[in-house]
């Protein structure tokens, strides 16, 4: 069984910053492609940055330099580590492992930014 865990939400100031991680059980995580999205209540879900199994990244032009996608292997972790963060990042946000038909879902975390 599959398991994605979010964690590191949290309430943080404008100009701050927060890491948040995702541990990944049950697949072999060194061959999956993980993901960050957002979402805020009455809108989509978004990317917000992606991360290959070659370690690739790609990011959404509203975090490009300030945020940054990164995973640790060994752990089965992906991280996503958030600076000079803005109010209209408040979102939770998700992590997604795979693609087309074997992708899973984390719960979410919650990411409040106070103005």
């Known amino acids: 069984q599959v398991q994605v865990v979010e964690s590191g939400g949290g309430l943080v100031q404008a100009g701050g910053s927060l890491r948040l991680s995702c541990a990944v059980s049950g697949i072999i995580f060194s061959f999956n492609a993980m993901d960050w999205y957002r979402q805020v209540p009455g809108k989509q879900r978004e990317l917000v940055a992606g991360i290959t199994n070659n370690y690739r990244t790609n990011y959404a032009d509203f975090v490009k330099g300030r945020f940054t996608i990164s995973r640790d292997n060994p752990k089965n972790t992906v991280y996503l580590q958030m600076n000079s963060l803005k109010s209209e990042d408040t979102a939770t946000y998700y992590c997604?492992?795979?693609?087309?038909?074997?992708?899973?879902w984390g719960q979410g975390t919650q990411v409040t930014v106070s103005a």
């Open positions: 997604h492992v795979g693609r087309g038909a074997n992708n899973y």
